[in-house]
């Protein structure tokens, strides 16, 4: 019998972390919550190490959902117990990633204007780069000669973001000689994307942002199985061959040994609108290919970004197109795109 994320998480309401006086879905304690037919998976985080009530608390999970979904569940010996201080991502919201079936569809330009626009409505937002075989967010942020430092917390060194518009920046693109090309091999490059994203402390985020690389293979593996991600947004040009690319990207995240929520499309460079005539569009690579997309797989079209000379020409400078006059038509477009992921991230997680 299937189960859903939002009856494990009701069936863990009933458990209560005494310390705190309060559930342990409150303290939000519950994470990596993780579905395969009748197994159910998930870590328990503690504020400290070896927390004396983590036993009680691990057996009260294991009889409230044995309990409230059947005796047929599979969930003993499938509880991770772990502290808060091993957790560097522990006072991280949501984890949105952004993919794409392929590359050229201007991914990476996407996710950070989205991480900026983000950051414009007030919330605490951090961009991390890894797309690990091609590092561009350091170029689209200014920051090609930038070495981020690393401190000493919690009995280790931690590696500490680059803050610049607002934002909590972090790209292997730092700890790498720009003008050499990354020759590693799958598990190579998966063990220094997860280094990266443990030994970083990113202290309280509303949104992570993550830009993955393009196509599907071990890097995203990595993400989902290392971090609770709350949703991907999967971003394709209208044409269809990117369209082909994107729908092998949706049934990855779609399948069950992944099954990480596919928040919905985002079609870029969806048409074309110059700057002397910001009310006319012309669809030079076809009319809502994304849209139709969207509706065949029944997910959100989260939005659609124009293709204008001012997003290529602010990547290049250093300067996201969304700093720029809130009335221009491109930083209306991805306000628009973030609004639609904070309403869809509400209503699978909330």
């Given at each position: 019998m299937p189960f859903t994320k939002q009856q494990v998480l009701k069936?863990?309401?009933?458990?209560?972390?005494?310390?705190k006086r309060d559930n342990i879905i409150n303290l939000k304690m519950v994470n990596d919550i993780k579905i395969e037919e009748n197994?159910?998976?998930l870590t328990l985080v503690f504020p400290e190490q070896n927390d004396k009530s983590a036993a009680l608390v691990e057996q009260s999970c294991i009889d409230a959902i044995l309990r409230n979904l059947g005796e047929e569940v599979q969930i003993r010996g499938?509880?991770?117990?772990?502290a808060k201080s091993d957790d560097s991502l522990g006072d991280v919201k949501y984890i949105i990633a952004v993919a794409s079936g392929k590359g050229g569809v201007g991914k990476s330009t996407v996710a950070a204007n989205l991480a900026v626009s983000l950051a414009k409505t007030g919330a605490k937002?951090?961009?991390l780069d890894a797309d690990i075989y091609g590092p561009s967010i350091p170029l689209m942020f200014?920051?090609?000669?930038?070495?981020?430092?690393?401190e000493h917390r919690n009995g280790r060194d931690m590696i500490i973001p680059v803050e610049k518009y607002g934002?909590?920046?972090?790209?292997?693109?730092?700890f790498v000689d720009p003008s050499q090309a990354l020759i590693w091999r799958g598990p190579m490059a998966s063990n220094a994307l997860n280094q990266l994203i443990r030994d970083t402390d990113w202290g309280e985020l509303d949104f992570l942002v993550i830009d993955l690389?393009?196509?599907?293979?071990?890097?995203?593996?990595?993400?989902?199985?290392?971090?609770?991600?709350?949703?991907v947004a999967i971003v394709s040009t209208p044409q269809e061959v990117a369209l082909a690319d994107a729908r092998k990207a949706l049934s990855m995240f779609n399948s069950d040994k992944i099954n990480v929520p596919v928040l919905g499309l985002i079609e870029n460079m969806a048409y074309f609108t110059p700057a002397e005539l910001p009310n006319n569009k012309y669809y030079i690579f076809g009319k809502e290919g994304c849209k139709k997309m969207a509706t065949e797989a029944n997910v959100p079209l989260l939005g659609q970004i124009p293709l204008v000379q001012g997003i290529c020409e602010s990547g290049d400078t250093g300067k996201p197109v969304t700093l720029a006059d809130?009335?221009?038509?491109?930083?209306i477009a991805f306000k628009a795109l973030a609004e639609n992921i904070i309403a869809r991230l509400k209503v699978i997680h909330e």
């Open positions: 069936a863990l309401e009933e458990v209560l972390y005494f310390p197994k159910i998976s499938n509880i991770t117990l772990k937002t951090g961009l200014g920051l090609q000669d930038t070495k981020p430092v690393a934002l909590k920046i972090l790209s292997i693109g730092f690389p393009p196509g599907t293979g071990d890097i995203h593996l990595t993400i989902v199985q290392e971090l609770p991600v709350a949703g809130d009335k221009n038509p491109e930083t």
